[in-house]
């Protein structure tokens, strides 16, 4: 199976702030299968990011998506107060999907 | 509006089994693949198992593999996960869920499992 690490496991940041979350694959991610989920507590997790780097819909431009084959970014550019949350990259490009670990946006 | 709605959670003792159901409306569910994934108290997600739209072609989690089968029943609109040999670290907030299509997918409010004695 495709291991996702994501780094760092903590961000600490204020509202304004860019915020630059990792995740890297320990193998090719077929066709850049790669999503962004966005889980506050309580809540069911919210697509963000698909394909590596396309917006869902609804999803505002300060959210970007970036990277291919391993290595893949999501950029905040500028963070609101309601994107404190935590962040999980997964893959779907194999027949056994994965999540990273995840990264915790705190204020 | 599309409608996902788990039930069939609960407390199960270790060794025992439970089936999870999921009813889906809003959308044909004909056409859609189907996942469950879970999330363990205070942990992260951990995708369990997903279905192809017939049916016919599944895949699970190697931590599931042999315990737990997923199945949809096309005609109700309904998925589920019947889980056998529970353990305790199977507890955990269930979500069902349509996969990523067309830039969208949805989930569930998920449905609490804690395995205990």
Redesign the interface.
């Known amino acids: 199976e495709i291991v996702l690490t994501q780094s760092p496991g903590t961000l600490s940041l204020s509202p304004g702030e860019r915020a630059t979350l990792s995740c890297r694959a320990s193998q090719t991610v077929s066709n850049n299968y790669l999503a962004w989920y966005q889980q506050k507590p309580g809540q069911a997790p919210r697509l963000l990011i698909y394909g590596a780097f396309s917006r869902a819909t609804g999803i505002p431009d300060r959210f970007t998506g970036s990277g291919s084959g391993t290595d893949f970014t999501l950029t905040i550019s500028r963070l609101e107060p309601e994107d404190f949350a935590m962040y999980y990259c997964h893959q779907y490009g194999s027949s056994l999907r994965t999540f990273g670990q995840g990264t915790k946006v705190e204020f | 509006e599309v409608q996902l709605v788990e039930s069939g959670g609960g407390l199960v003792q270790p060794g025992g089994s439970l089936r999870l159901s999921c009813a889906a409306s809003g959308f044909t569910f004909t056409s859609y693949w189907m996942?469950w994934?879970r999330q363990a108290p205070g942990k992260?997600?951990?995708?369990v198992s997903?279905i192809n739209s017939d049916g016919y072609s599944t895949?699970y989690?190697?931590s599931v593999k042999g315990r737990f089968t997923i199945s949809r029943d096309n005609a109700k609109k309904t998925l589920f996960l019947q889980m056998n040999s529970l353990r305790a670290e199977d507890t955990a907030v269930y979500?069902c869920g349509r996969?990523?299509a067309d830039?969208?997918?949805y989930?569930?409010?998920?449905t609490l499992v804690t395995v205990s004695s």
């Not at chain 2, 992260?44 to 995708?47: I, P, S, Y």
């Not at chain 2, 989930?107 to 998920?110: A, D, E, F, R, V």
């Open positions: 996942h994934v992260g997600l951990v995708w997903h895949n989690a190697d979500y996969m990523i830039g969208e997918d989930w569930g409010q998920g």
